[in-house]
């Protein structure tokens, strides 16, 4: 498996987000100053419930920007163990540390892209081929490590 065309597609994930994410508090905006009303206070209920809208939005676009800042730091090299940037297989599934986007397809394989931070790498950090590992009371094996 080529790790370095996994994290290009990762990376274009969360690139793609970030782009939405600007676009969508750019029209938010756009839309908050747009909106004018004689009647008091719901004229104010609305300006607040778009700039509430707004902060939501502005919280998702900096989570991504620092979903993106931190995948620039993973490297394509192998590893012998699980860590951030390991593609490792499991007998339940496919599993690439990096950003958390979601499944992807690549090579005709579903691989689900997860953070360090996830309870299902943080039980099987610093293992190797062949190790065991539970999560939720579930056993699972390691078989490869890229």
Same mark, same amino acid.
């Given at each position: 498996?080529?790790?370095?065309?996994?994290?290009?597609?990762?990376?274009?994930?969360?690139?793609? /987000?970030?782009?939405?994410?600007? %676009?969508?508090?750019?029209?938010?905006?756009?839309?908050?100053?747009?909106?004018?009303?004689?009647?008091?206070?719901?004229?104010?209920?609305?300006?607040?419930? $778009?700039?509430?809208?707004?902060?939501? #939005?502005?919280?998702? $676009? %900096?989570?991504?920007?620092?979903?993106?800042?931190?995948?620039? /730091?993973?490297?394509?090299?192998?590893?012998?163990?699980?860590?951030?940037?390991?593609?490792?297989?499991?007998?339940?599934? #496919?599993?690439?540390?990096?950003?958390?986007?979601?499944?992807?397809?690549?090579?005709?394989?579903?691989?689900?892209?997860?953070?360090?931070?996830?309870? #299902?790498?943080?039980?099987?950090?610093?293992?190797?081929?062949?190790?065991?590992?539970?999560?939720?009371?579930?056993?699972?094996?390691?078989?490869?490590?890229?």
């Amino acid at each position: 498996m080529d790790k370095l065309k996994i994290l290009d597609v990762v990376k274009t994930k969360v690139t793609d /987000k970030i782009r939405k994410l600007e %676009n969508l508090i750019e029209e938010t905006r756009a839309s908050n100053n747009d909106t004018k009303s004689s009647m008091g206070d719901k004229y104010e209920t609305g300006r607040e419930m $778009l700039q509430q809208e707004i902060n939501n #939005l502005q919280r998702q $676009l %900096n989570e991504s920007l620092q979903q993106q800042s931190w995948i620039q /730091k993973i490297s394509g090299e192998p590893s012998s163990k699980v860590q951030t940037g390991a593609l490792v297989k499991t007998d339940k599934g #496919l599993f690439y540390i990096s950003a958390s986007v979601g499944e992807i397809i690549f090579e005709n394989q579903k691989i689900m892209t997860v953070s360090a931070e996830s309870p #299902l790498v943080k039980a099987m950090t610093g293992l190797t081929r062949g190790q065991n590992f539970f999560v939720n009371t579930v056993s699972q094996a390691v078989e490869e490590i890229w």
